[in-house]
């Protein structure tokens, strides 16, 4: 896939992470869009590794989809959870 379709993936998969992960969220439009693309890089890494599958094959399939999703919701909950600390903190 180009860098293109990445952003895409990552911004949708950014944004679908968010919906489904209940609190608020100290980012904007590009630090979802970030967690999106790293999201959908650790999911395709994790589907790898755990599963043995090449969970990133193109943009319209469901595999590159669920494992950027899921990528993104565990970035996104440790950015919360580092991004919440500093904000308490300061």
């Given at each position: 896939?180009?860098?293109?379709a990445w952003?895409?993936?990552?911004?949708?998969?950014?944004?679908?992470?968010?919906?489904?992960?209940?609190?608020?969220?100290?980012?904007?439009?590009?630090?979802?869009?970030?967690?999106?693309?790293?999201g959908g890089?650790?999911?395709g890494w994790?589907?790898?590794?755990?599963?043995?599958?090449?969970?990133?094959?193109?943009?319209?399939?469901?595999?590159?989809?669920?494992?950027?999703?899921?990528?993104?919701?565990?970035?996104?909950?440790?950015?919360?959870?580092?991004?919440?600390?500093?904000?308490?903190?300061?």
């Open positions: 896939m180009g860098i293109i952003v895409i993936i990552g911004l949708l998969a950014g944004l679908i992470a968010k919906a489904l992960t209940p609190g608020r969220d100290p980012g904007g439009l590009v630090v979802t869009t970030l967690i999106g693309v790293a890089l650790l999911g994790l589907g790898k590794v755990i599963f043995g599958v090449e969970a990133v094959d193109g943009f319209f399939e469901l595999s590159t989809w669920v494992a950027a999703i899921i990528g993104s919701i565990i970035l996104l909950l440790i950015y919360r959870a580092v991004a919440g600390r500093r904000t308490h903190h300061a």
